[in-house]
């Protein structure tokens, strides 16, 4: 009730206080016992409605002040906030100031430390296989040990007294990984500028992290020429590979023979890798009973069961139809070594999108990815041609 209100009710009380005794005057009597309790009642509210007026008049009279909040920003907020201000200054032709200037790394990164894992950390989220990979962090060439039994392999068998045991052993091959320089190109509207800090800057990681995801995947699947190998370019082929009879089409025993082609040890953790082309291919695929050997499985983090087997759609993977492609991975990808560097630079590009009213932000970083445990993870690869129906 507003100040207007209460005094509005305190005189409508004291008009009908006023109403009892005068009744009581005209008939020439004392208050009754009722009025006497009313007009009691109505006084004690007065009073009341009095003193809250009163309290009122005093606090409109107090100046009001606030205490501001000093906690502590976190290394991470004081990051977002400092990225967000960079990209804003820059474009502004503002000059970067203590607070907003970001200390450049040995190798001239300009980009925070906690925003660079920002953008790695939802390159994980978003892309299951190079989540799964078995990730290095290291500067310069790394080498991963690799035991090779191809040529000979220690022997266990029947020893007779005084006979010498034949020595027999694999030897130690290394898994070299370098570091390729790959970049990523955003653009940013110039509007977007005018939100606050964490959405800028979320909108940047955002937008960074997708770009990476799909340059990632395609490079840790398919690899390129002369740069990174990934998957296609560095598992076992003469063990591990499985050539479809035809290009266009795959059938239920050839999946079985890809997944078998993984030892049991290994199957925990596996799943399937495939375009989604080819999974709609898959789920016309029947038993010997009329069943679809691909179900749905809504307890799966895909919905898709091959085989027992979560089935994972990628859009970098190569679709049925092109000769001798690599196009349907299996295995627990955890086989694929991938180095990476946390390290990034960004750099913000003011002319080439200015007639789009936009900006860019382009990130750099290093990877290189190979399979380091050959017999984690099987390939399909499409036949030379099509079986003609008969």
């Known amino acids: 009730m507003n100040e207007k209100e209460l005094i509005e009710k305190r005189n409508d009380l004291q008009e009908k206080m006023e109403g009892i005794l005068d009744l009581a005057k005209k008939e020439k009597r004392a208050m009754n016992e009722n009025e006497v309790k009313d007009f009691d009642e109505m006084e004690k509210e007065i009073k009341d409605i009095d003193a809250t007026l009163e309290r009122n008049a005093r606090i409109n009279k107090m100046e009001l002040k606030k205490v501001e909040d000093k906690k502590e920003l976190t290394q991470e907020e004081k990051d977002v906030k400092a990225f967000a201000q960079f990209i804003r200054n820059t474009v502004n032709g503002v000059p970067q100031n203590s607070e907003t200037q970001l200390s450049k790394a040995d190798n001239g990164s300009i980009i ?27 500067k310069g060439t790394l080498a991963v040990p690799k035991y090779d039994d191809t040529t000979d392999d220690v022997t266990v068998d029947y020893a007779d007294e005084f006979d010498d045991l034949v020595s027999h052993s694999g030897k130690f091959n290394t898994v070299e990984l370098t570091g390729f320089l790959i970049g990523a190109l955003t653009k940013i509207s110039k509007s977007l500028l005018n939100n606050n800090d964490f959405n800028l800057t979320d909108y940047v990681v955002n937008k960074m992290a997708e770009k990476f995801k799909l340059f990632y995947e395609g490079e840790c699947l398919n690899g390129t020429a002369s740069k990174i190998s990934g998957i296609a370019g560095s598992y076992d082929s003469t ?54 050997i691909l179900n749905r499985a809504f307890n799966e983090k895909w919905d898709y069961e091959l085989l027992g087997k979560p089935v994972y759609c990628s859009e970098k993977a190569e679709k049925l139809g092109t000769a001798s492609k690599p196009v349907i991975f299996y295995g627990d990808f955890s086989g694929l070594a991938v180095k990476e560097s946390e390290a990034m630079e960004i750099q913000i590009l003011l002319e080439r999108f200015a007639t789009q009213h936009a900006i860019g932000v382009v990130g750099y970083s290093e990877l290189d990815a190979k399979v380091e445990n050959t017999q984690k993870i099987a390939v399909a690869v499409s036949g030379t041609e099509d079986t003609p129906v008969a």
């Open 112 to 138: 925070p430390k906690t925003i660079a894992q920002k953008i790695i950390d939802k390159v994980v989220e978003i892309s299951p296989l190079y989540a799964s990979a078995t990730r290095y962090d290291a």
């Open 239 to 292: 063990n591990m590979k499985i050539t479809l009879e035809n290009k266009s089409s795959v059938t239920a025993d050839e999946l079985i023979d890809i997944q078998e082609t993984v030892p049991d040890t290994y199957q925990a953790n596996a799943y399937w890798i495939m375009n989604r082309d080819t999974r709609k291919k898959i789920r016309k695929l029947k038993d010997s009973d009329g069943n679809y």
